[in-house]
């Protein structure tokens, strides 16, 4: 049996607080880590030690093997929790740990090995008998190769790289022209995400749900399964929101998939939590995609119908102590539905967005959690997963949950940079997914681009409220600053002369009239229709008011000339643009390529001199995971280039400039 006290958390955010909390629960002491960034987050001082690794950059702090081993040796902690992400499914951490006499919370270095290349690990589940989606996974990856082999698989096709995961290096193929630019695509997202550009190619299943199933294995020979979550809801194949049980999985379905999953973990010695990823067709068919080493994303959903602490039972299983239950004694109580709040533009297709949280609020209630690991006024950066944070609820029943979750949702804060909030309630609230009806397809087909904008735009009535709010609190800031009478807030020498403002959200302006009404009252015109507008005083954050007939409240906050508000179930930005000069939009076709967001380069295809076309790739931009290509804006010749490969860049910030001719 392995003895340690302490547990160091190689990982930040969400994660390392979640796995802090079981491990204190059990009476273990913890070690957080942190970067140059995460100095003052909330895992740093949680922990009852943390050790710094160093810059903000993964790879030199929290994929520094060397530094997270020397930083378990320097506290003292006996073990290492590797969370998920980062360094959580490398071999050589595991082994690195090993060596230096270290419990790595997990399976073997075998295991990861084995399980991290999807071309070995599919390999070995077809010598095991486990069903598996036809494809190719042999060791020739040239190009001639892979295209004669996308042929005889036929489309749709699927390009995924062999390492690695979280979507990176996958791309699906529709029409013959695009086999080759895919491979090459997927080749190179992966190799400069996970170091390595070997493919593998499967048929794509149409119409599939993605479906997996959580196993756990002790040292004794004990394995079982813990039923499975529905992680269909995806973009980029990333995943949005996760259920458990599946709409689409009856019990003598789960028996099976589970039995599949048991022999799988089985086939390759494998100890402690893990999941075996499914693809599961409309006809009830399902096939091995991968597994995950490690704990999922995902877990709570798993924790709150199961009632077991996933963590708990890793830390048992890594002492050497035999699983406290067997499969017999897994109960499945309820519904649980996570969605994964994230800083994403999802109306600019899911861009990570990064800055300084000015208001961040979790809801609370029955059957309600929030796994988080972020604090009002810390910055978001460029550097890590977009994940802010996991809502969470379980209920009775399926539709108990989605209507706790859908309110825990809008109950959610979140002022400062733009999130995916919005979209999540879209979906919750969506008829085809409260039916449960969805698969893979789910968000591209029930939110395509022109219905996601529309979605995602204020209403009349929400930027009329924006208008007041911005006036209401421009006047507050001058009363707190000069000690008027509140009756005086707004007065002018020509009471009833209405204030023109215009708000800018992105490139779309708007023009409002305001005009005081005295103590907190406004009249405001947009869009062709009036409204009166009143204001009570701010109670706890939030600012109460009454619309027409319908009272409500709002929170807000200023930065500068923008004003961040979350009302009537949305959050939108607005810039104050109303002394503004007019100019030509920023990157629309004048020539000057701008970064979209903050994030490193990972490729310069431009040179001064170089001829270019509308639409051609100029730069490659990296930032929280994802890999961006900028396109040139126009026809013409580059006249200079202002980065170079490896250096960071702040959003809208100039890469290149382009003159026409």
């Not at 006290?5 to 880590?33: P, Q, W």
Request: one cysteine or more; glycine letters at 10%.
């Amino acid at each position: 049996m392995a003895l340690f006290d302490k547990v160091l958390v190689a990982n930040r955010g969400e994660i390392a607080l979640r796995v802090m909390r079981s491990c204190k629960a059990l009476g273990y002491r913890t070690v957080a880590v942190y970067s140059d960034a995460d100095r003052d987050a909330p895992h740093a001082l949680s922990a009852d030690e943390a050790v710094h690794l160093g810059p903000s950059a993964a790879r030199e702090s929290y994929l520094a093997i060397d530094k997270v081993v020397a930083a378990a040796r320097a506290s003292g902690a006996g073990a290492i929790h590797p969370g998920y992400g980062f360094l959580a499914e490398n071999p050589a951490f595991a082994r690195a740990c090993e060596a230096a006499g270290i419990v790595f919370i997990g399976p073997s270095p075998a295991a990861i090995e084995l399980m991290g290349n999807k071309r070995q690990a599919k390999l070995r589940m077809i010598e095991a008998g486990v069903p598996c989606v036809p494809g190719y996974e042999g060791a020739d990856q040239s190009d001639e190769a892979l295209t004669r082999e996308a042929a005889r698989i036929g489309l749709p096709l699927m390009v995924k790289a062999a390492a690695g995961g979280g979507g990176r290096g996958m791309r699906l193929v529709t029409e013959p022209a695009g086999i080759l630019p895919a491979i090459h695509a997927a080749r190179s997202e992966a190799e400069n995400a996970f170091g390595s550009g070997e493919l593998i190619l499967e048929r794509a299943v149409v119409g599939a749900r993605h479906v997996e199933i959580q196993v756990f294995a002790d040292r004794h020979g004990h394995v079982l399964h813990l039923g499975e979550r529905d992680c269909s809801v995806q973009r980029r194949h990333q995943k949005v929101v996760e259920e458990s049980p599946s709409p689409a999985v009856d019990a003598p379905l789960r028996a099976r998939m589970g039995a599949v999953a048991i022999a799988a973990a089985r086939a390759i010695g494998y100890v402690g939590a893990g999941t075996i990823e499914l693809l599961l067709g409309a006809g009830g068919e399902f096939y091995f995609m991968e597994m995950n080493t490690r704990l999922q994303v995902e877990h709570p959903v798993t924790e709150l119908v199961t009632g077991l602490d996933l963590v708990a039972l890793q830390l048992q299983v890594a002492a050497g102590e035999p699983l406290p239950l067997s499969q017999q004694d897994v109960r499945w109580t309820g519904h649980a539905i996570e969605v994964r709040l994230c800083a994403e533009d999802a109306a600019a297709g899911f861009l990570p967005q990064t800055g300084r949280l000015l208001e961040w609020r979790v809801p609370a209630g029955e059957g309600v959690r929030v796994d988080h690991g972020v604090r009002t006024g810390q910055v978001v950066s460029p550097y890590y997963d977009s994940m802010l944070a996991k809502v969470i609820a379980h209920g009775p029943t399926r539709d108990a949950a989605r209507r706790r979750l859908l309110r825990a949702v809008r109950e959610t804060t979140l002022l400062g940079l733009v999130s995916n909030r919005d979209l999540l309630g879209h979906i919750l609230g969506d008829e085809a997914f409260a039916r449960g009806e969805y698969d893979t397809g789910f968000l591209p087909s029930r939110f395509g681009e022109a219905r996601l904008r529309e979605a995602l735009s204020p209403t009349p009535r929400q930027v009329a409220l924006a208008a007041a709010v911005l006036f209401h609190s421009d006047a507050l800031a001058l009363q707190q600053a000069t000690g008027l009478d509140a009756s005086l807030t707004g007065w002018n020498s020509a009471f009833d002369h209405p204030f023109s403002l215009r708000l800018a959200r992105g490139e779309t302006l708007h023009d409002v009239s305001v005009r005081p009404r005295g103590e907190g009252r406004y009249e405001v015109a947009s869009g062709g229709e009036t409204r009166e507008i009143w204001f009570a005083e701010v109670r706890d954050g939030a600012l109460p008011y009454v619309c027409g007939e319908v009272q409500a409240q709002a929170r807000f906050a200023r930065e500068g000339e923008r004003l961040w508000l979350d009302a009537e179930g949305a959050t939108h930005a607005f810039d104050d643009a109303t002394l503004r000069p007019p100019t030509v939009a920023a990157g629309g076709g004048d020539g000057r390529v701008l970064a979209p967001m903050d994030g490193k380069i990972l490729a310069v295809r431009a040179a001064s001199g170089q001829r270019v076309k509308r639409g051609e790739p100029l730069v490659v931009l990296e930032a929280m995971k994802m890999e961006l290509q900028v396109l040139a804006d126009m026809d013409g010749t580059v006249a200079e280039v202002g980065v170079t490969v490896g250096g960071q860049v702040r959003a809208r910030q100039v890469l290149v400039v382009v003159t026409p001719g």
